[in-house]
């Protein structure tokens, strides 16, 4: 965890006096709970400290995507940290390999060490299998970097996005493939995550009179996607639609191109920044839903100080897609944050009451909840990454 030893280095006393360096305490993560620390919103007459849990997969096959999210919410928080001397806001962020179990044990671990508020969660699936754990709690768990449709029920009072959900984006893509008069569709998705996202895409599909032509599931670990790639092949079909990870999805195109395939590939912003990297100059384009502004339009005041904000992190993440969807959750939560600490402390009832209420513009991006939504956003753009990696539509 170097970013976060770096950002969030300094030292503070724990139990029985001994002064513990943070750097120490967050670097693995896992150390911090093996002491027994526990910390509290408010730390002395003058600082503030209120720290953030997040669980993100840092290792293994979207360990791209994880770090960017993570590093987009570090940035966000080192330059709150810069302009505010009142108030530190800290990230303790967990490893779960995009496991579900293991997600679920850091949940736990973090929630049991008082941090105001879960943040950033990278994988849809184990976010959604926490959510018993986050409900019982009472905790918010905050711009979940996944579009999944299990996470987004009405039922649900403590999941808030600030971005949009699958259907949304299927809605957008569908559009467009109805537009162009493509009638032969593939779906692929990941086999274990909610079915409520198929239900999100046959929706999409019957609001314009398109009916699947082959649905294909897949183990988002697979070492091989031969199969899956021969069934799209055999389907005969104008165009493949993507909710996976970036790495099935580069290697189904590689296999999918070898064979002249010379339909469209459509992915949703699960993919983020990972895909885009892995098919530049390999002479393949993919038509890509996106739920943050494009990282180029660098006149956008969000996206301006996102990159700038990474760049003085320090580590070597650039601004994406991904980083940059962390580092509007990361805004977010200093902005709840910072209302709750106006009625006295950042606890975690305090911290929910202030997001419901947060309405925030960031300069080309607009969050908006309400006591009756906890979804802050539905923005999607629909962009094209030509064959070099350029967006260009």
Request: with cysteine.
């Given at each position: 965890?170097?970013?976060?030893?770096?950002?969030?280095?300094?030292?503070?006393?724990?139990?029985?006096?001994?002064?513990?360096?943070?750097?120490?305490?967050?670097?693995?993560?896992?150390?911090?709970f093996?002491?027994?620390?526990?910390?509290s919103?408010?730390?002395?007459?003058?600082t503030?400290?209120?720290?953030?849990?997040?669980?993100?997969?840092?290792?293994?096959?979207?360990?791209?995507?994880?770090?960017?999210?993570r590093?987009?919410?570090?940035?966000?928080?080192?330059?709150?940290?810069?302009?505010?001397?009142?108030?530190?806001?800290?990230?303790?962020?967990?490893?779960?390999?995009?496991?579900?179990?293991?997600?679920?044990?850091?949940?736990?671990?973090?929630?049991?060490?008082?941090?105001?508020?879960l943040?950033?969660?990278?994988?849809?699936?184990?976010?959604?299998?926490?959510?018993?754990?986050?409900?019982?709690?009472?905790?918010?768990?905050?711009?979940?970097?996944?579009?999944?449709?299990?996470?987004?029920?009405?039922?649900?009072?403590?999941?808030?996005?600030?971005?949009?959900?699958?259907?949304?984006?299927?809605?957008?893509?569908?559009?467009?493939?109805?537009?162009?008069?493509?009638?032969?569709?593939?779906?692929?998705?990941?086999?274990?995550?909610?079915?409520?996202?198929?239900?999100?895409?046959?929706?999409?599909?019957?609001a314009?009179?398109?009916?699947?032509?082959?649905?294909?599931?897949?183990?988002?670990?697979?070492?091989?996607?031969?199969?899956?790639?021969k069934?799209?092949?055999?389907?005969?079909?104008?165009?493949?639609?993507?909710?996976?990870?970036?790495?099935?999805?580069a290697?189904?195109?590689?296999?999918?191109?070898?064979?002249?395939?010379?339909?469209?590939?459509?992915?949703?912003?699960?993919?983020?920044?990972?895909?885009?990297?892995?098919?530049?100059?390999?002479?393949?384009?993919?038509?890509?839903?996106?739920?943050?502004?494009?990282?180029?339009a660098?006149?956008?005041?969000?996206?301006?100080?996102?990159?700038?904000?990474?760049?003085?992190?320090?580590?070597?993440?650039?601004?994406?897609?991904?980083?940059?969807?962390?580092?509007?959750?990361?805004?977010?939560?200093v902005?709840?944050?910072?209302?709750?600490?106006?009625?006295?402390?950042?606890?975690?009832?305090?911290?929910?009451?202030?997001?419901?209420?947060?309405?925030?513009d960031?300069?080309?991006?607009?969050?908006?909840?309400?006591?009756?939504?906890?979804?802050?956003?539905?923005?999607?753009?629909?962009?094209?990454?030509?064959?070099?990696?350029?967006?260009?539509?």
């Amino acid at each position: 965890m170097l970013a976060e030893s770096k950002t969030l280095a300094g030292h503070r006393h724990c139990p029985g006096g001994k002064l513990v360096n943070r750097r120490d305490l967050l670097v693995g993560g896992s150390a911090l709970f093996a002491t027994g620390l526990t910390w509290s919103a408010k730390t002395d007459s003058t600082t503030n400290v209120v720290t953030f849990g997040q669980s993100a997969s840092l290792t293994g096959g979207q360990a791209a995507y994880g770090k960017d999210v993570r590093d987009g919410i570090l940035a966000a928080f080192t330059a709150a940290n810069k302009s505010d001397s009142k108030t530190r806001f800290e990230l303790v962020s967990l490893d779960d390999g995009g496991d579900k179990e293991r997600c679920k044990a850091n949940v736990k671990k973090l929630i049991a060490e008082g941090v105001t508020s879960l943040v950033g969660l990278t994988s849809g699936a184990a976010a959604e299998a926490c959510l018993p754990i986050v409900e019982e709690a009472r905790i918010v768990m905050l711009g979940t970097a996944s579009g999944n449709m299990g996470i987004r029920s009405d039922k649900l009072t403590m999941a808030y996005h600030v971005r949009s959900g699958y259907d949304d984006e299927y809605k957008r893509m569908l559009a467009y493939v109805k537009e162009f008069n493509m009638s032969r569709v593939g779906y692929v998705y990941l086999k274990d995550t909610s079915p409520a996202n198929a239900a999100a895409m046959n929706a999409a599909l019957e609001a314009v009179g398109i009916k699947m032509t082959v649905s294909v599931p897949l183990d988002r670990n697979a070492k091989s996607f031969e199969a899956e790639a021969k069934t799209l092949l055999d389907a005969k079909l104008d165009c493949v639609l993507f909710t996976t990870n970036a790495g099935p999805i580069a290697k189904i195109i590689n296999l999918m191109a070898a064979s002249k395939y010379a339909g469209f590939y459509f992915s949703s912003s699960f993919a983020g920044q990972a895909l885009i990297d892995d098919i530049t100059g390999k002479g393949q384009s993919v038509i890509m839903s996106q739920v943050v502004p494009r990282p180029n339009a660098i006149a956008m005041g969000v996206v301006k100080r996102c990159s700038e904000d990474l760049a003085a992190l320090g580590t070597d993440t650039r601004i994406g897609f991904t980083s940059l969807e962390g580092y509007i959750v990361g805004r977010v939560a200093v902005e709840a944050a910072r209302s709750a600490l106006k009625g006295g402390d950042a606890s975690r009832s305090r911290f929910r009451s202030a997001l419901s209420e947060l309405n925030l513009d960031l300069s080309g991006y607009k969050t908006h909840f309400t006591s009756r939504s906890p979804q802050g956003s539905r923005f999607v753009d629909v962009v094209a990454i030509d064959r070099t990696g350029r967006i260009i539509g």
